[in-house]
């Protein structure tokens, strides 16, 4: 992913690229942490932050992260009533139990 957007990584340096949904597999986010603080970034007032343009990525790979970081690329986003809709239905019930079936616990 690095390569494709025009960046390469020392060889010492590795990121974990999590899976963060569905929607937009193309788009990188990053969840971090404020002390980086670019054009497209989001604070929340829990020291949390997001970001979602290359700038982070090339500071990753310059050796300029921030100190705690998560890569994502997707997410998960509900359509007007779509969430709502899910819970009539018990979905998210089926997708516990599969979770909880597939990890082999019993509750």
Do not use: C
């Amino acid at each position: 992913l690095v390569a494709e957007l025009g960046f390469s990584l020392p060889e010492d340096r590795r990121v974990e690229l999590y899976f963060g949904g569905p929607v937009s597999l193309r788009g990188v986010f990053v969840l971090h942490t404020p002390e980086y603080d670019g054009p497209r970034t989001l604070k929340a007032p829990n020291g949390l932050a997001m970001t979602g343009d290359k700038d982070i990525i090339k500071a990753i790979a310059n050796g300029k992260a921030p100190k705690h970081t998560r890569m994502m690329m997707g997410y998960a986003g509900w359509g007007a009533g779509q969430l709502e809709g899910e819970i009539e239905r018990g979905d998210s019930e089926d997708i516990w139990r599969r979770a909880r079936d597939k990890a082999g616990l019993t509750l």
